[in-house]
């Protein structure tokens, strides 16, 4: 069992930069792979970025890619995205998701555990 949440969000101006954090529960956390998904309203949630278990592989939603950032401390047992350069269209509720696998998470039918997501606000 993993129980994952997430913090960081908040209000901020287009251009400007946040960075989410994703804190886990339990021993195995080096074991799974993390990914960032975000639900803007009255749109399907979307994947944004992924990590691999070592934090050696990461892979991006083109509408991120150059501008976010994943990376993760496994003696933390924490995942990170860094946001920056953020657009209007960024905003959104973001969430954190975790799947025991040496591969990665880039589909929410791939997810075993889903953080309770934390808002994201850019304005113009």
């Known amino acids: 069992q993993v129980q994952l949440v997430e913090s960081g969000g908040g209000l901020v101006q287009a251009g400007g930069s946040l960075r989410l954090s994703c804190a886990a529960s339990g021993r195995t956390f080096s074991s799974y792979a993390v990914g960032w998904f975000r639900q803007a309203p009255g749109k399907e949630r979307e994947f944004v970025a992924a990590?691999?278990?070592?934090?050696?592989?990461?892979y991006y939603a083109d509408s991120v890619k150059g501008r976010f950032t994943i990376s993760r401390d496994n003696a933390k047992n924490t995942v990170y995205l860094q946001m920056n350069s953020l657009k209007p269209e960024d905003t959104a509720v973001y969430y954190c998701?975790?799947?025991?696998?040496?591969?990665?998470?880039?589909?929410?039918?791939?997810?075993?555990?889903w953080g309770q997501g934390t808002q994201v606000t850019v304005s113009s």
């Open positions: 990590i691999n278990w070592s934090g050696g592989n990461t």
């Open positions: 998701a975790a799947r025991y696998t040496l591969a990665t998470v880039t589909r929410d039918y791939e997810v075993d555990y």
